[in-house]
């Protein structure tokens, strides 16, 4: 028996860590539709605060929230996919053992 077969999950994993450091960069494409508008209605927020001349804590508040929540679902994201890799390599591993102390030999 060879090595587990992990490329997709490893792959996943490529891309989800790269998603993160792009929210952390404050990209918007990684980010959901839901997430998406949450940003956007919080700089729409704070931009009608700027205009009104009153202070922006409030949208300011919303916005690294909003960011936070997008990096949250990230790191669980990273967290599952790694998760299940390791389950795979055990359960190789497990496999492996088994069919070899289960040998005549």
Not at 57 to 80: F, H, P, Q
Not at 83 to 92: D, F, H, K, L
Request: glycine content about 6%; hydrophobic content about 40%.
């Amino acid at each position: 028996m060879g090595k587990p077969n992990t490329n997709r999950l490893d792959r996943e994993i490529r891309i989800t860590t790269r998603k993160l450091a792009a929210v952390r960069e404050r990209e918007m494409w990684p980010l959901t539709g839901s997430e998406r508008r949450a940003v956007l209605r919080a700089l729409a927020g704070g931009s009608v605060q700027v205009v009104r001349g009153k202070r922006t804590t409030r949208a300011d508040r919303k916005l690294e929230t909003a960011w936070g929540a997008a990096e949250t679902r990230l790191s669980a994201e990273i967290t599952a996919l790694q998760t299940e890799r390791q389950r795979v390599v055990s359960a190789a591993a497990t496999a492996k053992a088994a069919k070899k102390s289960s040998s005549w030999w």
